[in-house]
């Protein structure tokens, strides 16, 4: 078993915190890294409209992580932040190529969520709850069966539409 690195982060007050380290994650430009703790406290998809904005896809999945146990580790400065006007919630992200990197809730300051998709390796975490359920756009994949599109390798979809049978009149049975 590959044996875990400890980090140790300094509060806000004169006393540190070590944790084990869980997962390290980066933006696409890598002016950004940081590190989480293992394991983290839960993840999620948020099919909510204003995550699906932000991160321009179908949902985002977060992990959540007391903010004790996160650590930017590269390029703070580099992160721009943007406070939604009516809930409050702020979302930060790079400055040079747009990565989404933090997403933090007036209601848990405690807590900081990260985009599972800029984490590396393991979190401690299955996503197993989605937020925002009533959000989800029809055109979301949901679990469909994909096949391979001939002539396209590496691209599958779910096939030509059925056409739904129409009823045979009564009388003609």
């Not at 380290?21 to 989480?36: D, N, P, S, T």
């Not at 703790?37 to 909510?48: E, L, M």
């Not at 959000?135 to 002539?151: A, C, F, I, N, S």
Request: net charge positive.
């Amino acid at each position: 078993m590959q044996k875990r690195e400890r980090c140790r982060v300094k509060r806000r007050t004169k006393s540190t915190v070590e944790f084990e380290v869980g997962a390290k994650g980066k933006c696409l430009c890598g002016a950004i890294e940081l590190e989480i703790g293992f394991p983290a406290r839960w993840a999620w998809h948020d099919h909510s409209k204003d995550s699906r904005r932000a991160h321009g896809a179908a949902y985002a999945t977060y992990v959540g992580c007391w903010r004790s146990r996160v650590r930017i580790t590269k390029g703070a400065s580099s992160m721009t932040r943007y406070e939604e006007p009516k809930t409050k919630r702020t979302r930060s992200f790079c400055a040079k190529c747009g990565t989404p990197v933090m997403y933090e809730r007036p209601h848990a300051p405690q807590m900081i969520n990260i985009p599972r998709a800029i984490l590396e390796g393991r979190t401690g975490r299955e996503p197993l709850y989605h937020v925002g359920i009533e959000d989800l756009q029809e055109w979301t994949y949901t679990g469909e069966r994909l096949v391979p599109l001939k002539g396209f390798p590496g691209v599958v979809w779910t096939g030509p539409k059925k056409k739904k049978r129409q009823a045979v009149p009564d009388f003609l049975v």
